[in-house]
């Protein structure tokens, strides 16, 4: 069988502001907790273990693309993975989320991180990409991500999730030069990390930067909008690569500096007015409230056409939720959802 060029996934055009016959979409957490498959073997397996298993990982991805029939997958994976190898001791515990049982927040503590070497350090990922690539032949391409350099520095220096960052703004504004020498390993890591599951087989990534929404304008210029560039500059310019943040609404220009052939935005903006700030020189990826999917149908169509309408058409949308889906929507929604997106933006 003749394998589809690149160019004839409706997904991958889009990336490229190139025209497609319809609007493609897939959807952030499209393969989690909402899906009762998921649940099954999560009730076997912690999530670590589901992430370190290729087979297992593989299996999880694929579960949405028949269900759902979404124009891309994406790697069932975590941002955090590669702070193991680098020499952070992680755990998933449950119900609360990551947690960092040693946090970094001293230069020498800094000073004793790895650059890690993906192919080696995080082989049970490059396999599982490898896998859902020729389960994938000739179906929709696969997503490969990693978190951005703030994200990952917060959890890093936090211990986990934050409401304020009180611990990681303090580092960035009290010691400039640990919190430079920690975004330039981060950046270092991710450039390898990026471009090791191109290597494996991932035909676009995306850069969540989940995190950077809680920074000003002026604190993301300074502290954070070099690294995100290095991380992008560095990755392979063979694949597009999508630039996500939450709560970013304030930051969509400085994001469009730092690169990305498409910026993410979320819910919080209108997507007309994201483009329009953006300008049309780069495609865009959003951006219905994943808690419109709790709601009835009708408030669901209603959303998918109110988006669509704002694209007006344009080559270079791809729809997706602000954020991911949560765990308790309907899996029935999502895939009217995708439906909906697929005929309503028939060319």
């Not at 959807?27 to 370190?52: H, I, T």
């Not at 995190?211 to 290095?230: A, F, H, I, Q, T």
Request: hydrophobic content about 40%; proline content about 6%; some cysteine.
């Amino acid at each position: 069988m003749r394998e589809i060029a690149a160019e004839d996934y409706p997904f991958l055009r889009a990336c490229r502001r190139q025209p497609t016959e319809y609007t493609p979409i897939w959807l952030m957490r499209q393969a989690g907790r909402y899906m009762k498959e998921y649940r099954k073997l999560r009730r076997r397996f912690s999530f670590l273990e589901m992430c370190k298993n290729s087979e297992l990982a593989a299996k999880v991805t694929l579960l949405p693309v028949e269900q759902l029939k979404v124009d891309a997958a994406i790697i069932f994976a975590d941002i955090l993975l590669p702070l193991e190898p680098m020499g952070i001791e992680l755990e998933f515990a449950k119900s609360e989320g990551p947690i960092i049982h040693h946090p970094i927040r001293e230069m020498n503590q800094i000073g004793s991180l790895r650059i890690i070497e993906p192919e080696e350090d995080l082989p049970f990922l490059m396999e599982a990409i490898r896998i859902v690539r020729r389960e994938l032949e000739n179906k929709i391409p696969l997503i490969g991500f990693s978190g951005g350099p703030f994200t990952l520095a917060s959890y890093i220096i936090e211990g986990g999730h934050s409401k304020n960052y009180i611990l990681t703004k303090g580092l960035m504004y009290q010691d400039r030069v640990a919190w430079d020498s920690l975004m330039e390993k981060i950046s270092e890591v991710l450039i390898r990390y990026l471009n090791a599951q191109i290597h494996a087989g991932a035909q676009a990534l995306q850069l969540f930067d989940s995190w950077v929404g809680y920074l000003s304008p002026s604190d993301y210029e300074e502290y954070v909008l070099p690294y995100s560039k290095k991380v992008i500059d560095g990755a392979d310019k063979s694949v597009p690569l999508i630039h996500f943040a939450t709560s970013s609404s304030t930051l969509l220009e400085r994001m469009k500096r730092a690169g990305g052939d498409v910026i993410g935005v979320d819910w919080r903006v209108d997507l007309k007015e994201a483009w329009a700030r953006l300008g049309y020189e780069v495609a865009i990826q959003g951006n219905l409230d994943p808690v419109i999917l709790l709601g009835p149908v009708d408030l669901i169509e209603r959303e998918v056409k109110r988006i669509l309408g704002e694209a007006e058409g344009r080559p270079g949308h791809i729809f997706n939720l602000g954020h991911g889906i949560l765990p308790n929507t309907p899996v029935d929604h999502v895939a009217a959802l995708v439906d909906m997106v697929h005929r309503f933006s028939l060319r």
